[in-house]
């Protein structure tokens, strides 16, 4: 390495701390963010119309000791079984009509409007208050 690449080298490692640059955290939220940020999303979004965290059944499951549960669902008109984990929940906020519930499998959730952040986000927060 020349002098002059030492040089540039160590002109970026200083920018980049002097600036508070974190590479390995570029602009994304951690999950602790992302489920406050979810959390505000559940309440505000209508998901406590159909859903409670307390375990009382309500027009839909409740979602509070889900995780690592194992379930029934109809998917593609057959039943299955699954076991509760991050991809599931994604994909229940993304495509509530894919995996029913057995027991809920003539209530309709509606089609949600979220972004994928957002999506995340209320992932994020379902799976912080199951891991409490």
């Known amino acids: 390495m020349t002098g002059f690449?030492?040089?540039i080298c160590l002109f970026f490692i200083g920018l980049s701390i002097f600036s508070g640059c974190n590479p390995s955290n570029s602009g994304k939220a951690t999950t602790?963010?992302?489920?406050a940020k979810g959390e505000v999303l559940f309440h505000s979004v209508g998901c406590t119309q159909c859903h409670s965290l307390n375990g009382e059944?309500?027009?839909?499951?409740?979602?509070?000791?889900?995780?690592?549960?194992?379930?029934?669902v109809i998917r593609e008109g057959k039943e299955v079984?699954?076991?509760?984990?991050?991809?599931?929940?994604?994909?229940s906020i993304q495509n509530p009509e894919y995996?029913?519930?057995?027991?809920?499998?003539k209530q309709k959730m509606p089609k949600t409007?979220?972004?994928?952040?957002?999506?995340n986000q209320l992932?994020?927060?379902?799976?912080?208050?199951?891991?409490k």
């Open 57 to 72: 059944t309500m027009y839909g499951p409740a979602l509070n000791n889900i995780l690592k549960t194992s379930i029934r």
């Open 99 to 105: 995996e029913k519930l057995l027991e809920f499998k």
């Open 123 to 131: 992932t994020d927060y379902l799976i912080s208050i199951n891991e």
């Open 81 to 91: 079984s699954l076991t509760v984990d991050r991809e599931y929940i994604h994909r």
């Open 32 to 35: 602790k963010e992302n489920a």
């Open 5 to 7: 690449s030492k040089m």
């Open 113 to 119: 409007e979220l972004s994928e952040d957002q999506i």
